[in-house]
């Protein structure tokens, strides 16, 4: 109690302190694996706080100084982990991620994110199985099936279960959601859906022939077949437009200089989702002028004209593989371009760029950049990497800083400056410095 401004005691004290708790001294004492497991718990706990922290809604965009920190305890936390995790459960586990990976297309092919979002409460599997047989109008799905593949999702935080059998959305499967602002449901029918598990279990011949995944099952390459399947296109494009509007946000903020430009030209910018997000962003004050194949373009039609302002978007056919017309773009965009190609090929595309270009112009090389990033950055761009020779020709792969500078040097490009940014992309801003 308080008496005249000093701390006086209750009758029976003794006027000792308790002693205070050495933590560290505590912690110190404890067997060595003990320690071990107490620190990784520690560190997992520490980041998932600042993971919630750190992130600003509405965009999942964390503030720098705090996804740097959170960065670094993710890895740190992640090598801990391995090492506590059994060799033998590492090696099976990796051994069966396409299973997981098959889980979720099912999931994902079948709409049941879509219809848990719809009912707004959990389902049964009975439930969601009479409305996936309806909503599909083919022959209906085998319910011991069904059912067993939704327990699994379970296990795979792809949905969660509730009490009497009942399965609910998680926060990773929300962006399974087609209404999603930034689903990546049409990424994932791309890349874990039926072509994709034939063309990368090509990769066991790849490995001896030198050829793509893609070229080994199919016997042409991506953009020839492409051609021919008007419906692959469709599901390739909807895909990586998926990718695009997922890290645009990130891309815009950490480039402020995007501000500055007053028309921007994105060559072989796909259907145009990445142009359409920066250009959104700043309220279509900027121009845009998206350049691609004619039937690629073909596509972007439908897909900017069903979005606000998406008609300013001016639509141009061409090939920078070949001479290119003047533009009077300020700044140029090479998104997810020259890892698609061999080195001469590349040099091939930036300097014809560099033709088109005027002096004091901007080129902006958006690309995964290797061995930038924390240890979960640089293996997700390992997967990247290996998903390339699956799907794209053997000169396809993941360059170094250092080996884009050099291109850029040769084509007649100089000032690089590289921009890291949230996404795991790397903004490599250049000017063409002869004519």
């Known amino acids: 109690m308080i008496a005249n401004g000093k701390v006086g ?9 308790k002693p205070k708790t050495d933590f560290v001294a505590v912690l110190k004492s404890l067997p060595s694996k003990i320690r071990t497991i107490h620190v990784v718990v520690a560190l997992g706990l520490f980041s998932v706080l600042l993971g919630y922290v750190s992130v600003a809604p509405p965009t999942d965009l964390p ?10 305890v993710w890895q740190s936390f992640e ?65 011991p099936f069904f059912c067993r593949v939704l327990h699994a999702a379970a296990h795979f935080d792809i949905l969660s279960e509730a009490g009497e059998g009942k399965y609910y959305l998680t926060p990773l499967s929300e962006y399974l959601v087609s209404s999603h602002p ?33 070229k080994e099952t199919y016997r042409m390459e991506l953009l020839e077949h492409m051609k021919l399947d008007p419906q692959f296109q469709q599901i390739y494009g909807a895909g990586m437009a998926d990718g695009s509007r997922l890290h645009a946000p990130a891309l815009i903020a950490d480039y402020p200089p995007f501000r500055s430009c007053k028309h ?22 900027i121009k845009g002028t998206n350049l691609d194949l004619p039937d ?70 958006i690309e995964t950049v290797m061995h930038t990033g924390s240890y979960s950055e640089e293996k997700f761009k390992t997967l990247m990497d290996l998903t390339m020779m699956a799907f794209h020709p053997s000169h396809s792969r993941l360059r170094t800083q250092e080996e884009i500078y050099f291109l850029l040097e040769q084509t007649g490009f100089a000032d690089a400056q590289t921009y890291s940014t949230r996404a795991g992309y790397s903004i490599i801003e250049t000017f063409p410095s002869v004519q």
């Open 63 to 72: 503030n720098w100084p705090l996804y740097m920190v959170n960065s670094k």
């Open 296 to 365: 690629v373009i073909a596509d972007a039609r439908p897909f900017l004209n069903q979005r606000e302002g998406g008609k300013k978007i001016k639509l141009v056919t061409g090939n920078f593989t070949e001479k290119l017309s003047k533009f009077d773009c300020d700044c140029y965009i090479l998104k997810d371009i020259l890892q698609n190609w061999s080195d001469e090929d590349a040099a091939l595309i930036l300097t014809n760029l560099h033709e088109s270009m005027s002096l004091g112009n901007r080129l902006l090389v």
């Open 182 to 214: 930034r689903s990546l449901k049409n990424f994932v029918n791309l890349f874990s859906g039926d072509e994709a598990l034939v063309i990368s279990t090509a990769l066991s011949r790849s490995i001896f022939s030198g050829s793509s995944g893609f």
């Open 9 to 17: 005691r209750r009758a029976g004290e003794t006027g000792k302190r």
């Open 79 to 143: 090598h801990w982990g391995q090492h506590v995790k059994p060799y033998h459960i590492r090696i099976m586990t990796t051994a069966l991620q396409h299973i997981e990976s098959r889980a979720l297309f099912i999931l994902t092919y079948l709409e049941v994110p879509d219809v848990l979002h719809e009912a707004g409460k959990p389902l049964s599997c009975e439930e969601l199985k009479t409305v996936v047989d309806k909503r599909s109008g083919y022959e209906p799905i085998n319910l």
């Open 264 to 285: 921007i030209c994105d060559m072989g910018g796909g259907v145009g989702s990445f142009l359409y997000s920066v250009l959104e962003y700043y309220s279509f004050d």
